[in-house]
């Protein structure tokens, strides 16, 4: 079984500040991380993802998260606040697929708040 | 085509009304997931096609529920007799291979009155 915890529904910065986003989760198998971005009345949109090698890895918009597994965390952070990064978002976890396909199981979400 | 497509964005029901839910996936993915976004909450897993198999319903809620993929590509989720509780979003997904990235569409938001 797996699970996703977002630590805050709501986290607000400044533009310009240090976005620090964080998600632990809990799996019985080596896991596969993701990080999904939602704006209004959208769908889904993949930020970023670890499977397997490097911990630290990058995504799109200047995100990048690291995988702790000591820790289990995999927490996602971005340098430099933008007003156009205010959005939802989301950390899902999906067990290395054997059985050939392998489904997300999301946190609850994370709302990210861009004050100027 | 470009991107998951979705059809209704939005769709009112009446309690105890039948509903149907589109999906065109991306062409040529072979997978197509479906997932339910309650308010507030992260999405959750229904059901996952391989082609036209369904090969995993372990997340529908009820015998209420019922998906299909019948060519392979398009998909109709289907929920008889609505409640509201059946209220959220319903997501669909595909992607090439069941384990690469999944694309998302924008969603069907179900109010059930």
């Known amino acids: 079984a797996q699970s996703v915890t977002q630590l805050g529904s709501h986290v607000s910065v400044s533009e310009g500040a240090l976005v620090l986003l964080r998600c632990n989760y809990s799996s019985s198998v080596p896991p596969y991380l993701f990080w999904y971005v939602q704006y209004p009345n959208q769908g889904l949109q993949l930020l970023l993802k670890?499977?397997?090698?490097?911990?630290l890895v990058k995504g799109i918009n200047g995100f990048e998260a690291e995988f702790k597994k000591s820790e289990t965390s995999f927490h996602l952070t971005k340098p430099s606040a933008h007003m156009s990064d205010a959005a939802e978002y989301f950390c899902?976890?999906?067990?290395?697929?054997?059985?050939?396909?392998?489904?997300?199981?999301f946190g609850k979400g994370t709302m990210l708040l861009v004050s100027p | 085509g470009a991107g998951v497509s979705q059809s209704p964005r939005y769709k009112v029901a009446k309690r105890g009304q039948d509903v149907a839910l589109r999906c065109d996936p991306i062409?040529?993915?072979?997978?197509l997931f479906w997932y339910q976004q309650a308010l507030g909450q992260g999405p959750e897993f229904l059901t996952y096609?391989?082609?036209?198999?369904?090969?995993?319903k372990s997340g529908l809620p009820s015998d209420r529920f019922f998906a299909e993929r019948p060519e392979g590509s398009v998909s109709t989720l289907k929920i008889q007799r609505t409640q509201q509780e059946d209220s959220a979003v319903y997501l669909c997904?595909?992607?090439?291979?069941?384990?690469?990235?999944?694309?998302f569409g924008q969603g069907t938001r179900l109010t059930v009155v």
């Open positions: 670890y499977t397997t090698g490097a911990t």
């Open positions: 899902a976890v999906s067990a290395n697929p054997i059985s050939g396909y392998s489904t997300l199981t």
């Open positions: 062409s040529g993915h072979v997978s």
């Open positions: 096609f391989q082609n036209e198999a369904q090969l995993d």
């Open positions: 997904a595909s992607s090439f291979q069941g384990d690469t990235e999944a694309f």
